[in-house]
């Protein structure tokens, strides 16, 4: 069995978690509240941003210049795909500028990106890849199980046609096929490390939604720990 479906298979529990959290079905259902998506969409932004630079640190850490170029390529898909999707849906849910700038990562956010930057900075192209591929192939998945939905609300309906749509699944299948060819070569090591980066972004993912859905805030109301993390 390739490392991929490996990994997939050892991760499925928490995925299946995802597919059936209240926020995937009620997006798919259009009865998802409206707050928790906007919720959703500022925490994601900050999500992606870091997402964007953890590729790029993919295409630093590349040994081929092709490669580089495709991390490169991914990192700048994020920015102007991904990325000005969620600009979109900011101006269509009337996010403010105001509110941008007052804008706080809630903890999961953070311990998200934060994960992602440690698996990046400390380990060679897959550790980033294993980090990062839950994310594309997660909601990819999620995409094909909503893609028949049609829910009442447009900007549900633009999210799903995203995930789903063929310009995704291109970017997910390289990645699944890079990560195969990469942990062909490393050590059992290397691939028990980049198994443990995929596992932890699976459960991640899962408490993603969590956080939207329960509109997760810092328990304390300390305005230094607030400041620190609203700068990083
Ligand atoms: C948290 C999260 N994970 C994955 C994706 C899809 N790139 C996303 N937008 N946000």
Same mark, same amino acid.
């Given at each position: 069995?390739?490392?991929?479906?490996?990994? *997939?298979?050892?991760?499925?529990?928490?995925? @299946?978690?995802?597919?059936?959290?209240?926020?995937?079905? /009620?997006?798919?259902?259009?009865?998802?509240?409206?707050?928790?998506?906007?919720?959703?969409?500022? @925490?994601?932004?900050?999500?992606?941003?870091?997402?964007?630079?953890?590729?790029? +640190?993919? $295409?630093?850490?590349?040994?081929?210049?092709?490669?580089? $170029? !495709?991390?490169?390529?991914?990192?700048?898909?994020?920015?102007?795909?991904?990325?000005?999707?969620?600009?979109?849906?900011?101006?269509?849910?009337?996010?403010?500028?105001? /509110?941008?700038?007052?804008?706080?990562?809630?903890?999961?956010?953070?311990?998200?990106?934060?994960?992602?930057? *440690?698996?990046?900075?400390?380990?060679? %192209?897959?550790?980033?890849?294993?980090?990062?591929?839950?994310?594309?192939?997660?909601?990819?998945?999620?995409?094909?199980?909503?893609?028949?939905?049609?829910?009442?609300?447009? +900007?549900?309906?633009?999210? +799903?046609?995203?995930?789903?749509?063929?310009?995704?699944?291109? %970017?997910?299948?390289? @990645?699944?096929?890079?990560?195969? $060819?990469?942990?062909?070569?490393?050590?059992?090591?290397? *691939?028990?490390?980049?198994? @443990?980066?995929? %596992?932890?972004?699976?459960?991640?993912?899962?408490?993603?939604?969590?956080?939207?859905? !329960?509109?997760?805030?810092?328990?304390? $109301? *300390?305005? /230094?720990?607030?400041?620190?993390?609203?700068?990083?």
């Amino acid at each position: 069995m390739s490392f991929t479906k490996e990994v *997939r298979k050892k991760a499925d529990p928490i995925w @299946q978690a995802s597919f059936h959290h209240p926020f995937v079905k /009620e997006l798919g259902e259009g009865t998802l509240d409206l707050t928790r998506f906007r919720y959703y969409v500022m @925490q994601d932004a900050y999500y992606l941003r870091h997402f964007a630079r953890v590729q790029a +640190i993919g $295409a630093a850490k590349s040994t081929d210049l092709a490669t580089t $170029a !495709r991390l490169a390529h991914h990192a700048q898909s994020t920015c102007e795909a991904e990325l000005s999707l969620h600009e979109t849906f900011a101006e269509l849910l009337g996010i403010t500028e105001e /509110e941008k700038a007052a804008f706080i990562p809630a903890p999961t956010a953070y311990a998200y990106t934060s994960h992602m930057y *440690r698996a990046a900075y400390e380990g060679h %192209l897959g550790d980033v890849i294993a980090a990062i591929l839950p994310c594309y192939w997660l909601y990819y998945e999620i995409g094909e199980r909503l893609k028949d939905c049609k829910p009442a609300e447009p +900007i549900y309906q633009k999210w +799903i046609g995203t995930y789903s749509s063929d310009w995704f699944r291109s %970017l997910v299948e390289e @990645q699944i096929a890079r990560l195969d $060819a990469i942990a062909e070569a490393v050590t059992e090591a290397d *691939r028990k490390r980049m198994e @443990q980066h995929f %596992l932890i972004s699976s459960e991640y993912e899962y408490e993603f939604w969590e956080m939207a859905y !329960r509109l997760e805030t810092w328990p304390s $109301a *300390r305005k /230094e720990i607030q400041a620190y993390v609203h700068n990083n």
